[in-house]
């Protein structure tokens, strides 16, 4: 590659390090119940305190543990999102498709997740969706269980109210 | 509230750096690639094996290279009877500090032995090559006992 | 300069796997508990937070970020991270204090070591060019310091396993100590060694876990009502990455850090150091001055449990605890970071007034 | 009441996508030295180091302070490593103030730095974990829907982020170390760059950098025998929230309002627009310049579009209150640094020295960093007066 006298100037440095993560507890009850094709939010046990979804071991305003599980409907609604042009490594996706932040119905905040079966020039903050799911055999604790989440025939909901649905979504 | 399994998944986390290397690093790596060692003269003359860039008691700048022996003198080891899948070594081996001829200031590398007993501190040593030398400092393969 | 004062510490067991929990259930209790021990709700009720951890103990980007979720950071706070032993987050926020820009500051540290191979994770805190491409262990860094006191007459293997001994036994009367028990130095060398001249009880134990101090000026320790120690001096000092540039078998940045910290200006009745392995609190202790008349780890120090990024902030807390306990009057509390203790911290404790 | 102190000493690396003539020592000792050419000091003046970067897996490097100390004349001086996310390089200057400012030192050193060349910037902020999704196509893609809501609420039309990466690619053809030197670049030119996270295109995106910048920080009785004329820091304020929780406020984080009061009201500033005479602010994606001009309370809330589109923050069109002269980071983005840069080239133009990128008799600067999910915030205002 380079002649015998020429002077190094860079070299490759390969830093592969093994670990063995184990998920927290508050996001293991989400997973684990996630393999039973349920989407579960927690939160703290006081009344009316707020539904995350995921969960990630406190409710972040109170530092408080969310030890209140609360099952959430697999209807969200897209409080906003954005259309990827380039690919995520690792990640077979082919690009441009639409990243979203979605709240299900009965939780207040959102997660991301992929929007499909879509014209992508059509989706908008609002919009309401569903999840589609995996066949249950390829269930795991995973977010991945759900494929992605595709528009419904409902109304959309008003920007003040996303976030704030009931878990009966806009029937209620 | 749900009892939660115990997830538990090994990962990797891992990339191949491109470090650029900057003259003193530069040289010495093409020197190793070369078959040969180089150290830098400090402030105070002593001579710093692999090269540092700065002095570390002055903070100047360095830029005076020496050529020094491939033979040295262990100043202190660790006998590794367990290597980690990381070392250089399958087998066990000797992690060392080196005192190479016309150096002053020991190196850290490894030193071949087929046992602990026959490596000590004042031992000599001398650097044994990869068969293909690439500028990295695994150029120098180990240290043997001479 | 402004008198500061701890009011209150608390930490996590260690332990050698926290398993299930995150890095927010990790840090949750124990800022609870000192919540509770210091009378107040939240870090709404602190002035200033600042944490340490480490990104590479679990091998996640942005650790510190969760943090921010056990602390009720809403409204917002004012909060910085060090990727440093949480010593040094103590160490910013003493700063904070003296500046007038707080009364009062939370502390915290975390770290899950378990997940990954700790040894040779910190192997890539060395020369990116020379040495962690090598992948030296810091515990082969460790032995060959050891050997070299060996060598020189500095120190004896029973000199360790007395260091050994001594921190399994004091570890009995601490609750949060991992390794534990009623050994002897005999016991310590019939151990073959593991990474030669070190045993495996020579060397720390790989934990996870947590620690948390609150400090304040001493007028609100006073408004508080808590019982408190106050920091008297704290400094820290680098030295050389190159390990053969440095003499090994001494701390000069230890003894010039206590020499500034003002750690000569009394009687020392309790000493915390941050010594990973056993040959290094001979190092400290000498670098030090410390004799007879100073109960050195009367935890077990690190050798018994050593909370990665938290480890440092403990030794201080530790003597804090001696100290409102009415164990001790005075006492000095030392964190290292680096291989072969290459960066030190020194903090010198006295007794506070009675609240 | 803290002490008064000031910058005596700025020294900065040129921005590039790799700089392969140095080692990572090498660029971080580049900056330092500088800092103290510009200070007329050497190694022995400096009592301590304070360090920042952004995370330890950019570089591949475990606290890296450890192996940098010979580097930065460290050897037997304390040394501080700072991170804070993408607001590192501003908390890093607040912290090394600190060390002044408390009295504890009379003179300190700060050098923050990013050599994202070593690796990848999307991999080092976001590798896979496991049992998580990994959507979040690094940074953009976790701004853009944020972005999007603002150009919602705001109404604002939509080349107004068009017209930010124009107007800082400008500023920074004007600053000889900025990265991308573009000084024919055209609205019609970013319009027709790829879509990278729609609504954010690729030259509405900042450029990844290598580079490294310090500071030398004195108190008020060394800065004032300084050789050159101190810029003074009038005010230093961090402010914190979490990433996510219910109802929090993405778009205008409450985490920036609460800071950018704190930091005015000790500036003595009641109207940022009108009194401060510039700002160097952070902003990686041009959209967050009318976001930021209405979090700082440049511009009432929705409104920020607009100074952008009359060129009040345009140094070249004669606007009122410049943002950005030096490029900003959508010039130059050396992460860990880039924080660090803002609140240098704000001392900088109180200092009369920013060169082609000075703006005419400025006397009071904003230096901004932000980082995380916008929720960690650092602020400094500098002055060329004491008070």
Redesign the interface.
């Known amino acids: 590659m380079s002649d015998e006298n020429e002077m190094i100037t860079g070299i490759e440095v390969p830093i592969y390090l093994k670990y063995n993560f184990t998920a927290g507890a508050a996001p293991a009850r989400f997973l684990s119940q996630l393999k039973e094709g349920k989407l579960t939010g927690q939160s703290r046990s006081d009344p009316g305190a707020p539904v995350y979804v995921p969960p990630r071991g406190s409710c972040p305003a109170t530092g408080q543990p969310t030890d209140t599980e609360v099952e959430v409907a697999d209807k969200a609604t897209v409080q906003s999102f954005t259309i990827v042009h380039i690919p995520i490594p690792g990640n077979p996706i082919e690009p441009p498709f639409v990243v979203a932040n979605l709240v299900a119905d009965g939780a207040n905040i959102s997660f991301i997740h992929l929007m499909s079966e879509c014209d992508n020039e059509q989706v908008h903050i609002g919009q309401r969706v569903q999840a589609v799911w995996r066949p249950e055999e390829e269930w795991d604790y995973s977010m991945d269980n759900i494929k992605y989440f595709k528009p419904i025939d409902e109304p959309d909901v008003p920007v003040e109210h996303i976030g704030k649905l009931p878990v009966t979504g806009l029937e209620a | 509230m749900s009892q939660p399994e115990i997830l538990n998944q090994a990962f990797e986390l891992g990339f191949t750096y491109t470090r650029s290397t900057g003259p003193v690093v530069g040289r010495f790596l093409t020197e190793l690639k070369k078959r040969n060692i180089v150290g830098i003269k400090a402030s105070d003359g002593r001579v710093i094996v692999p090269p540092m860039e700065y002095d570390p008691d002055t903070a100047e700048e360095l830029s005076e290279f020496v050529e020094v022996g491939q033979e040295g003198e262990i100043i202190s080891f660790a006998w590794v009877k367990h290597p980690r899948e990381a070392h250089p070594s399958e087998r066990p081996f000797a992690w060392a500090m080196i005192k190479l001829d016309g150096a002053d200031v020991p190196m850290v590398h490894w030193v071949a032995s087929d046992s602990e007993e026959l490596v000590s501190t004042g031992a000599r040593v001398k650097a044994t090559w990869s068969d293909d030398t690439k500028g990295y400092i695994t150029d120098i393969a180990c240290f043997e006992l001479v | 300069m402004k008198e500061i004062a701890i009011v209150g510490y608390q930490q996590s067991d260690a332990v050698s796997d926290a398993g299930a929990q995150n890095e927010v259930e990790l840090i949750i209790p124990v800022l609870s508990r000192i919540f509770e021990q210091v009378g107040i709700t939240n870090a709404q009720d602190v002035d200033f937070v600042c944490s340490g951890s480490c990104d590479y103990l679990q091998g996640a980007a942005f650790a510190f970020v969760l943090g921010v979720d056990a602390l009720g950071a809403v409204p917002p706070i004012k909060e910085s991270h060090v990727e440093m032993d949480a010593a040094w987050a103590l160490y910013e926020s003493v700063l904070k204090i003296r500046m007038g820009h707080a009364d009062s500051a939370l502390v915290y540290g975390f770290g899950k070591s378990s997940p990954g191979e700790l040894p040779i994770v910190l192997s890539q805190q060395l020369d990116p060019y020379y040495l962690a491409p090598q992948w030296v262990d810091t515990i082969s860094l460790a032995a060959m310091q050891a050997r070299m006191m060996l060598d020189r007459g500095l120190i004896t293997e029973r000199d360790m396993a007395e260091v050994v001994a001594r921190s399994r036994r004091n570890a009995l009367d601490n609750p949060h100590a991992q390794l534990k028990g009623d050994v002897t130095a005999d016991d310590i060398l019939a151990e073959e060694t593991y990474l030669s001249p070190l045993r495996r009880s020579d060397c720390c134990p790989i934990s996870d876990g947590a620690s948390a101090m609150v400090i304040c000026t001493v007028e609100k320790a006073k408004a508080w009502g808590k019982p408190y120690a106050v920091i008297s001096g704290i400094d820290h000092i680098i030295e050389s990455h190159n390990p053969g540039m440095r003499d090994l078998t001494d701390s000069v940045s230890t003894r010039k850090a206590a020499e500034n910290a003002g750690m000569g200006k009394g009687k020392v009745d309790v000493a915390e150091l941050y010594a990973p392995f056993s040959h290094q609190e001979l190092i400290l202790s000498r670098a030090l001055g410390l004799g007879d008349d100073t109960n050195i780890n009367p935890s077990g120090g690190v050798l018994a449990g050593n909370l990665m990024m938290a480890s440092g902030l403990s030794r201080i807390g530790e003597v804090f605890n001696r100290i409102v306990a009415g164990d001790a009057e005075r006492g000095v509390a030392h964190t290292t970071s680096g291989p072969c203790l290459q960066h030190n911290l020194v903090a010198v404790l006295d007794k506070g007034e009675v609240a | ?3 008064l102190a000031a910058v005596v000493g700025i020294g900065q690396t040129s921005y590039t996508t ?9 660029l971080v ?1 580049e900056a330092a030295v500088n800092a103290l050419n510009d200070a007329d000091l050497t ?1 022995d003046d400096i009592d301590a180091v304070i360090l920042g970067k952004a ?3 950019f ?27 993408g607001s590192v390089g501003g ?1 890093t200057a ?2 090394a103030a ?2 002044v ?4 030192f009379d003179r300190v050193l700060t050098v923050s730095f990013e050599k994202q ?4 910037a ?16 690094g940074a953009g ?1 976790y701004f ?3 972005i ?2 603002y150009i ?2 705001s109404g604002a039309p939509a080349d107004v982020g068009i017209k930010v990466a124009v107007k800082d690619r400008l500023h920074g053809a004007r600053n000889p170390l900025a990265h991308l030197q573009l000084p024919e670049i055209s609205m019609e030119e970013v319009a027709d760059s ?7 295109r690729y030259l509405e995106s900042c450029p990844s950098s290598d580079g490294a910048c310090a500071m030398v920080i004195a108190s008020e009785e060394l800065a004032d025998k300084a050789s050159k004329p101190p810029a003074w820091i009038r005010g ?13 406020e993405e778009v205008n ?3 920036g309002r ?2 950018a009061a704190d930091v005015y009201k000790q500036a003595g500033i009641s109207d940022p627009r009108k009194d401060l005479d510039v700002a160097e602010v952070y902003v990686p994606f041009s959209w967050y310049e009318p976001m930021w001009l209405e979090n700082l309370g440049f511009a009432p809330e929705g409104e920020g579009w607009k100074l952008t589109m009359e060129g009040a923050t345009s140094l070249i069109d004669g606007g009122d209150i410049p943002w950005n002269p030096s490029g900003g980071v959508l010039s130059s983005n050396a992460i860990g640094a880039s924080g660090m840069i803002r609140f240098a080239e704000a001392a900088r133009q109180v200092r009369n020295d920013a060169g082609d990128h000075q703006v005419p008799g400025a006397k009071l600067a904003l230096g901004h960093a932000y980082g ?1 999910g916008a ?2 915030f650092a602020m400094w205002v500098v002055g060329a007066e004491k008070a």
């Open positions: 009441m803290a002490n790799k700089r392969n003539d140095v080692s990572i020592a090498g000792r190694w995370p330890d897996m570089e591949g490097i475990i606290m890296p302070e450890i192996y940098l100390t010979d580097a930065l004349g460290c050897n037997g001086k304390p040394m501080l490593r700072v991170h804070t996310a908390s607040l912290v600190s060390h400012q408390s009295g504890t060349s070593e690796s990848n999307m991999w080092a902020l976001s590798n896979p974990q496991p049992f998580s999704t990994h959507l979040n196509a893609g853009a829907p944020i999007r809501e919602r609420r790829f879509m990278l996270w729609d609504p954010i230093v304020a961090m402010r914190s929230e979490p990433t996510m929780y219910a109802g929090r984080p409450q985490a609460d800071c995380g929720q960690f």
